[in-house]
Nanobody, 120 residues
Framework: VQLQASGGGLVQPGGSLRLSCAAS????????LGWYRQAPGKQRELVAI???????RYAESVKGRFTISRDNAKNTVFLQMNSLAPEDTAVYYC???????????????WGQGTQVTVSS
């Protein structure tokens, strides 16, 4: 399973960005799609996650500003980020919990990360 993320970049405080991540490969069933981030010197943390049924969960720090959504037909997850602040600066990673056509339990897969920098 491969995850290809895109949409990062440099934005001014108060601005917006939209991240996308497409999953591909030997996918049988995607259970969750999510976004995590890691700032310099900090541990990776959950930003938002969405289940196959559409349930969502957000980190407290992004509630009301970020929105996660998915296109099940395209195995793609999106993260709309509004009202960005310097503390949102980090490498953003997409993640999926997925079962493959080869069987076995669901496994976690990670994308390569995309840099988001919020600065004036």
């Amino acid at each position: 399973v491969q995850l290809q993320a895109s949409g990062g970049g440099l934005v001014q405080p108060g601005g917006s960005l939209r991240l996308s991540c497409a999953a591909s490969g030997s996918i049988r069933s995607i259970e969750t799609l999510g976004w995590y981030r890691q700032a310099p010197g900090k541990q990776r943390e959950l930003v938002a996650i969405i289940t196959s049924g559409g349930s969502t969960r957000y980190a407290e720090s992004v509630k009301g500003r970020f929105t996660i959504s998915r296109d099940n037909a395209k195995n793609t997850v999106f993260l709309q980020m509004n009202s960005l602040a310097p503390e949102d600066t980090a490498v953003y990673y997409c993640n999926t919990i997925t079962t493959t056509i080869w069987g076995g339990p669901p496994r976690s897969y990670w994308g390569q990360g995309t840099q988001v920098t919020v600065s004036s």
